[in-house]
Each structure stands twice: as structure tokens, then as C-alpha cells.
């Protein structure tokens, strides 16, 4: 049997049949050309028209560009057809036929073939036409856009050089719009658009209307494997295998009177989601006429009272096709003579606020189920509601001086700040907000961070300093900007040819990795949205995966609470180590030469640790709090080694013109302080430090030092406990690669929690594990299971260890190159590495569990806000995932979906 390449729109049924489903039927039409029979089939008013496949598209390009057999024959059948239902003739100057040609892939493709209108004139037609409707004015603007339209998108002939025929006739008219044109201008501008074409492609324009209809569909084609469409396809992740049907349909006018109007609306408010019509029209107008902004548009309040039963009918529609779809619909419409015609409806794109409140309502509306609605609501949609974002048009007109990594997203506006204390002491001023540009930021760096807007710098990756603090706390960020010269000398910051001086203004959209010059307006949405907050509620009956926070601080504790954290999954005690009254005790214990002065500086870090544990306990009552002991290596508390060399040759230069002895002894002070830290941190030097004397080497080698922070965490256990607070402390040993290790740190941190309770008279619930970040912890996690009570995969250095690649090193190196080869398919820093450090999460989640059944196992790295990554998390039945409090209502969500899918998959026969 030959195939059938064209399908009438009021043959649906037929389609079906052939297709199987519903998205195969979308596949096979198209979105366009299905939608377009659908509303046939419900008796919505559509033009008549048909639809050539996207398996002809296919076959079409397969062969060479050229037809496949048959295919011309159903297309001519088909306009028959046509002509049948309308009583109208293609090509006849009596009663003619014109109709339009759109392409229409699967999924909604902006880039694909702009429409062409009023296929079928000619200069007998036009006659004919002028004879009939007595209105030439009307004729030949329907003509000119024939000859433009077709010879923009067919004959690739400039558009530029049509609008300056236009825009010239006009000034000879001494008018100022189209629409105020005579019939005379249009004929002669149609005449002089002929001319063009002809000039271009050194062929007249086509007189057969069937050799327009022809290379129309032809043009729909090879715009399949356009530039713009392929680019399109890329970055939506579109298949390149679908290809597109061609839409063929009836014209009807919107500009042959003030009885005729043309117009775009929305079922529903595209901003803001409010259940109320929203659009615009105009009358007597033709279709692009509406979104060209030659003319200035009515809203539909205004078409409800010029034509109320139009209107009406409209408004009537609109609720059918909204109910049928089960979603807001963006629809086209066009009078002609007071009758109403619908041309396309599709689901309408929306802002995020949008889509969260459609989705809601829909579901209290009956429309759709609460499933539905939040498996329509994307995650990073989510996200939007969390960070401020710089206002699309104000953004638009400013000027964009630098893109690099976008680690955090919002917008922030600020006043450059070069380093930490500048940042820290304009932000306490109160003048004007910051932003903290560094080449890379530091854990001393923390406070101008925190006081600062946003951070920008020249050199890091999606796991940096500056990228893990910044999502911490919430600072939009964009890193590893490798155009930014900054100079910390002459205080200037340099891109390209441009000088930014300390203290000018820049603006930094994190979601997109973008830095703007000067201040650019911004919006703050709101995460108290109650219609978010109802979305979220439901995610929550839906997943099956824990979601925790990673926080430091008992502030960042309760905001992930109240952004529907179910406890800390990651508590850093080393950022603790890092605030001002901390670090010099830190750096004091780190520096002493005997054991006493050691355990003297360690015994005044005690009650502060105590004090933080205490403050993190009370705001997650009754929540786990899982703390990991001090992981980073020691220097990392010390200035560094580069640093010191190069002030002590600057302060040896300046001794040598002191004139007092008093500047001179202040001077020698501080040589020998320098030198004596610069002893120290020599000694504690490493070729590899994050693979050196960290975590728990470093609490084998110090146990003072992991006594004193276990001691502090059950301490303030035991305090808040004895408040009434339901606490739930989990001590988590990091960097374990041997269950040895393990094995030797857990029974002295345990012994000390044992004795604490029991002089206390108080017993809490407790656990000791083990965060995995090395891969041989999760080969062996059997064994790492005899010891640990729950498994945390430390994703961050597992992904590091396991690739070997330098986090901070290879997202301004060769992974960018990398990706952008195709080589890594994804930054395994972002999203992660399923196939590989997957793995090795699978397996140690099978082992350990293996040993201790029931084993409780999460993750605490960046990834745990990963939508892609909290998916496998969920199919690898992980407990929870742990991710920064802004990042929760998002891996709620992600959790909900992956949850979902699941289900989905399993109620789907094989």
C-alpha cells in the first residue's frame, strides 16, 4: 500500500490509526498540523486546510531534495478537497482559493520557517479578487505580502531590502504606517517587489500558483536543516531525526475591513498566571501585522466591546480548548466579515510564576490531577522564585562585558570591591550594595563575601571557594571569568580595552554567567508565594527521597527549615573555624611547639564550638543534624606560602627606611612573626594537600583536636536536650579510605560521647558514620559498614579522585574544552557522573547496606541540588540527598518528579 504523505485536517481519525498515540500522532502531523486537526474534529471554526508529514520532510531530504513518489499527487488531491469544502478554485480569477503554508515540527521550534501568506495570487487573480471584493486596497496588500513573504523565506531574497520599498513609498505618500497606504501604493510597491526578485535571483517572480505551492512546501523542507533551526535543536536537546510537516490552510482575512480583525491571546495571564484572557488584536489587519509592532495594538477588553459576540465566542473557545488540552492555550485567531476563525492553538509559554499558579489552579479546578501539576513545573522554574533576576529589558539595553561559569544564580548590582575588608566595611557603610571581585576567593575571604551583593571572579569552577560559599549563602556568582585583568595595585579591574576602577558599578546575572557594565534594574520575586508554597506541599506527598541542607550557621539552618529541610545533611565545622574571634585561635593551636600550648588553644575553641552546635540544634528540633569533623588541610588557616615570602620582602625593603627605633622594633616584630608562620606553613607544605593530611589523618594525627569538636557537639546535645529540644546529633568522619582509620577515630570520639551522657544523666540518639569521597571508601564500603552507622557521599572530591582532575584547575582549563568537543558529554562538577561515580555510589550503597541492612545513605555535595543527579539518587534508592537551603525547594520538586517517573515507568506494560 503507498504511504500516505498528506492528511486532511478533518482526517484525525485516520492518523491515528495509522500513528498509534497521541505523540505519535504530534510526531507524524507535527504540533501545528495535530492541534489543527484536533479542534476540527471538536468543531472549533478552522480554515480547511491539510497536512503534508514529517515522514515526506524526511524522505524529502533523504532523497537528495526531492519528492518522494505520490507525494505531489496527495498534495494536489488534497487542495481539490479543499476546494470542495470552500467553493472556491486555485488559480481562478472567480471565486480564487489562496491559502498559507507553515511549517510545524513535533515540539514548538522558534528559528523554523517564518509563514507565508496568500499562496495562489497572481496579476489574473488579483484582478479577479479586486472584481469580487470591490477592495484593491485590500488586494494588492495581500499581494505585496505574497511577493515578500515569498521571497524572503523562499527565494532568500533580504527582507531589509523589501521594508526600504516600504518605508520609501510612504515618505513619497507623506504617511506615517502602513495601513495608511493607498491601493495604488501597494500596486506599485508590488510591482517594484517583483522587480527585486527578479534582480536577486534572476528569474521572475512565480505567476503558476502551483509552482508557488510547490517550492512553499519545498521551503519547509530544507528549513528543517537550517542554521537557526539546527542551533535550535542543539540547545533544546531536540532530536535532529524528527523533522517537520508542512501546514497548508485556507486563508481567511483579517484586513478587508473594519468588520475584520486578526489577533494573539492567552486562556490564561502568561505573566502572572491569572485566569483571565489576555491578548492583543487589531482590525483590519493580517496576522504578523499584530506581533511586527508597525501598528499600535488593542488589548481584548477592547475587542469585547467593538465585537461582543465575536468576543463571546472567542471567550467560549478558549475555555473548550483550555479544558480539551488540560492546559493555558496560545492561540491565533482572525475575523473576517464578523465570523470568527481559529488558525493555531498550542500550549502557551509562560514566566515562572506563571506556569507554578497555572499549575495550581488547573489542579483545584479539576482540570488536571496534583500529579500533573507538579510534574508540569520545572525545577530551575523554581529556582527563579529564590533570587532576585535583572528585569529582561533593562538587561537587554546594557551592555555585556563578560560572560564566565554561572555558579549561582540571581542578579546582583553593586560597587566593585577588591578585596574582603574593602567589600565588609563599604557593605557596613550602608551607601551602596557590593560586589566582591577577586581572582579567586579564599576561606578568609568569607566575611567581604558575606556582606557582599555578589561575587565575581577571574579564575575558579563550579566547585571553587567562591562558587560553594556563594551558593551557600545564596550570593549570586560568576566565576572563572578569564577576561578580567584584575589589578590589585593600581585598583582597577580591565576587559579588553574597557578600565573598571574600584568602587564603579557593575551588575552580574549568576543564572546566566553574565556581567553587565553600570546598574541594571532588577526584579525580586518571592519565595512566600502561597501558590509555590501549595506546589511544594504536594511534592512533598509524592517523593520518597529525604531532603536535608547543607548549613553552617544556625541563621542558614532555620531558612532551610522553612524552605522544608528535613534536617542537615552537611554541617562544615571548618567554616566555623574561619570567623574573626575563631581564626587566631585556630592559627595559635596550629603554630604551638609542645602539646600543652596546643590543647591550651583547643580548650578555648571548645565553648565556641559548643555555642554553634548549640545554635544549630535548636533551630532543627527534632531534625537530624549530621556534622562533619574538620576535613580541609591546615594551611588552609594559615597565609599562604607565596604570601608570606612576598611580605617579608616587602617589610625587609621597608625596614631600611625606618628612621625610629620604635617603627624599626615593630618592624623586626613582625619579620619574625612572619617568618615564624612561614616556618610553619613550610612544614606543613604538601605537593597534593587535598590528598594529603586532611580529615581523618589529620584527626589521628591531632585527636585533640577531633576530641575537643566532639566533645562540643555532645555538650550542646546534652544542653539543649535538658531545654527540652529534640536533638538527633549524626558525627560524620570524612576522607575514610580504610576501615582501620575508621575503626581507631570513631572508638575515641564515641568513648567521650559516652562518658559526656553519662555524667550528664542524659541520653540522646546518636550515630557515628562516615562521608565517602576517595573511591576505595566505596569499594570497601562492606567493611566501612562494620564501623559507620550511615554513609554520606562527599560528590565533590569523590568526582575530583575519581577522574583525576583538579576541580578548581579544570572548569578554566581543558574541560571547557572538553565539553565543547564533545568529549565529556556533561561537566561532571554540575551534574553528575552516573556512569562512572555513579557507580561507585551504587556499589558502596549495595555493600554497606550488605553488611548493615537498612543502612541509612545520602549525599552531601553539590550535586544534591542537581535535578538530573537527585533523579539517580532516587533510582539508586538513596535516603536523601543534601544540597545548600537555597537550592531545597528545588530538590523538593526534582525529588517529586523522580518519584513520579518511577511510578510512571512502572505502571507502563512492557
Not at 552507622?789 to 565533590?796: I, K, R, V
Request: proline share 5%; net charge negative.
Amino acid at each position: 500500500m503507498a504511504e500516505k504523505w498528506v492528511y486532511l485536517f478533518h482526517e484525525l481519525d485516520q492518523a491515528e490509526r495509522h500513528a498509534g498515540s497521541w505523540d505519535n500522532v504530534r510526531a507524524l502531523l507535527g504540533g501545528k498540523g495535530a492541534n489543527l486537526a484536533d479542534m476540527t474534529r471538536l468543531d472549533v471554526p478552522v480554515p480547511p486546510g491539510f497536512t503534508v508529514t514529517t515522514k515526506a520532510c524526511n524522505a524529502y531530504l533523504d532523497a537528495g531534495e526531492t519528492f518522494p513518489d505520490d507525494l505531489w499527487n496527495q498534495e494536489l488531491a488534497a487542495l481539490r478537497s479543499i476546494e470542495e469544502m470552500t467553493g472556491k478554485k486555485f488559480g481562478s480569477a472567480e471565486q480564487p482559493l489562496l491559502v498559507s503554508c507553515r511549517s510545524g515540527a513535533k515540539f514548538s521550534m522558534p528559528g523554523m520557517m517564518d509563514t507565508i501568506l496568500n499562496i495562489g495570487l497572481n496579476d489574473t487573480v488579483a484582478e479577479g479578487l479586486v472584481r469580487l471584493t470591490e477592495d484593491p486596497r485590500f488586494v494588492y496588500d495581500s499581494y505585496r505580502r505574497l511577493v515578500q513573504m515569498f521571497g524572503s523565506v523562499v527565494l532568500n531574497v533580504p527582507d531589509e531590502v523589501f521594508e526600504a520599498v516600504i518605508s520609501a513609498r510612504r515618505r513619497l505618500a507623506g504617511v506615517e504606517i502602513d495601513a495608511e497606504l493607498s491601493a495604488d501604493d501597494w500596486k506599485m510597491v508590488t510591482s517594484r517587489f517583483k522587480e527585486i526578485v527578479h534582480t536577486y535571483t534572476q528569474q521572475a517572480f512565480p505567476d503558476d500558483p502551483y509552482e508557488q505551492l510547490r517550492l512553499a512546501t519545498e521551503a519547509v523542507f530544507k528549513s528543517w536543516n537550517g542554521k537557526r533551526a539546527f542551533d535550535y535543536r542543539n540547545a533544546a536537546g531536540i532530536s535532529h531525526d524528527l523533522g517537520t510537516a508542512v501546514n497548508i490552510q485556507t486563508m481567511v482575512f483579517g484586513n478587508m475591513g473594519e468588520d475584520c480583525a486578526t489577533g494573539v491571546a492567552m486562556s490564561r495571564n502568561a505573566s502572572t498566571g491569572d485566569p483571565a484572557l489576555e491578548g492583543d488584536y487589531l482590525r483590519n489587519a493580517q496576522g504578523e501585522d499584530v506581533v511586527a509592532g508597525i501598528r499600535l495594538t488593542q488589548t481584548l477588553d477592547d475587542l469585547a466591546a467593538a465585537m461582543p459576540e465575536i468576543y463571546r465566542q472567542f471567550e467560549e473557545i478558549a475555555k473548550r480548548l483550555e479544558r480539551h488540552y488540560r492546559n493555558m492555550q496560545d492561540m491565533e485567531f482572525t475575523i473576517e466579515h464578523g465570523k470568527l476563525w481559529i488558525l493555531q492553538t498550542r500550549d502557551g509559554k509562560r514566566t515562572a510564576q506563571a506556569e507554578v499558579r497555572i499549575a495550581v489552579d488547573m489542579a483545584e479546578e479539576g482540570l488536571i490531577s496534583r500529579e500533573v501539576a507538579v510534574a508540569r513545573v520545572k525545577p530551575e522554574q523554581v529556582d527563579f522564585f529564590l533570587h532576585p533576576q535583572l528585569e529582561t529589558k533593562a538587561r537587554a539595553a546594557a551592555r555585556l562585558i563578560a560572560r564566565g561559569l554561572n555558579v549561582s544564580p540571581g542578579a546582583a548590582v553593586g560597587k566593585v570591591a577588591l578585596d574582603a575588608d574593602t567589600a565588609e566595611m563599604w557593605a557596613k557603610e550602608g551607601k551602596q550594595a557590593v560586589i566582591m571581585v577577586r581572582p579567586e576567593t579564599k576561606p578568609d575571604d568569607v566575611h567581604g563575601m558575606l556582606a557582599s551583593e555578589g561575587i565575581l571572579t577571574s579564575k575558579g569552577g563550579r566547585t571553587s571557594h567562591a562558587a560553594l560559599v556563594a551558593r551557600q549563602f545564596g550570593k549570586p556568582a560568576v566565576v572563572g571569568v578569564a577576561e578580567l585583568d584584575i589589578d590589585l595595585d593600581t585598583r582597577e579591574v580591565r576587559v579588553a580595552d574597557l578600565v573598571i576602577k574600584e568602587g564603579e558599578i557593575l551588575s552580574l546575572d549568576g543564572t546566566l554567567g553574565e556581567v553587565y557594565l553600570g546598574a541594571v534594574k532588577t526584579i525580586v520575586p518571592d519565595i512566600s508565594n502561597p501558590y509555590l508554597n501549595m506546589l511544594l506541599t504536594w511534592a512533598d506527598e509524592f517523593r520518597t527521597l529525604g531532603v536535608r541542607a547543607n548549613a553552617d550557621y544556625p541563621e542558614d539552618a532555620e531558612r532551610a527549615r522553612s524552605y522544608g529541610a528535613e534536617g542537615l545533611g552537611l554541617v562544615r565545622t571548618e567554616h566555623m573555624f574561619f570567623e574573626v574571634d575563631r581564626l587566631p585561635l585556630v592559627q595559635e593551636m596550629i603554630m604551638a611547639k609542645t602539646p600543652t600550648e596546643r590543647v591550651s588553644a583547643i580548650e578555648k575553641l571548645l565553648p565556641l564550638q559548643r555555642k554553634d552546635f548549640e545554635g544549630l540544634f535548636r533551630a532543627m528540633d527534632g531534625l537530624p543534624v549530621i556534622i562533619r569533623l574538620l576535613d580541609p588541610p591546615l594551611h588552609e588557616f594559615l597565609p599562604s606560602y607565596e604570601e608570606l615570602i612576598r611580605d617579608l620582602a616587602d617589610l625587609k625593603v621597608r625596614l631600611q627606611h625606618y628612621q625610629t627605633m620604635r617603627d624599626i622594633d615593630v618592624a623586626l616584630d613582625e619579620i619574625r612573626t612572619k617568618e615564624s608562620y612561614l616556618e610553619r606553613v613550610n612544614a606543613l607544605r604538601e605537593v597534593n594537600p587535598m590528598l594529603g593530611t586532611r580529615g581523618v589523618r589529620l584527626g589521628l594525627l591531632i585527636p585533640e583536636l577531633s576530641k575537643m569538636q566532639v566533645q562540643a557537639i555532645f555538650e550542646a546535645a546534652i544542653l539543649c536536650a535538658r531545654e527540652g529540644v529534640s536533638v538527633h546529633p549524626e558525627v560524620m568522619i570524612p576522607l575514610v579510605g580504610h576501615v582501620n582509620e575508621l575503626r581507631e577515630q570513631k572508638e575515641i570520639l564515641q568513648q567521650i560521647a559516652r562518658d559526656l551522657m553519662d555524667e550528664a544523666g542524659i541520653k540522646v540518639p546518636y550515630q557515628f558514620g562516615t562521608m565517602i569521597e576517595i573511591p576505595r571508601g566505596a569499594l570497601t564500603a562492606d567493611e566501612l559498614a562494620q564501623e559507620a552507622e550511615f554513609f554520606s557521599f562527599g560528590t565533590n572530591d569523590l568526582t575530583q579522585t575519581t577522574f583525576g582532575i583538579s576541580r578548581d584547575d579544570a572548569e578554566v582549563g581543558f574541560l571547557i574544552d572538553y565539553l565543547e568537543r564533545g568529549i565529556l558529554p556533561e561537566n561532571p562538577f554540575a551534574t553528575l557522573d552516573q556512569a562512572g561515580v555513579g557507580s561507585l555510589l551504587k556499589t558502596g550503597t549495595l555493600l554497606g547496606r550488605k553488611t548493615r541492612p537498612g543502612l541509612e545513605v545520602g549525599i552531601c555535595g553539590e550535586h544534591g541540588g542537581d535535578p538530573p543527579t537527585i533523579t539517580f539518587c532516587h533510582q539508586i534508592g538513596l535516603d536523601y540527598i543534601s544540597c545548600s537551603p537555597f537550592r531545597v525547594p528545588v530538590a523538593r520538586l526534582a525529588a517529586a518528579h523522580a518519584a513520579l517517573a518511577a511510578k510512571s515507568h512502572e505502571e507502563t506494560p512492557a
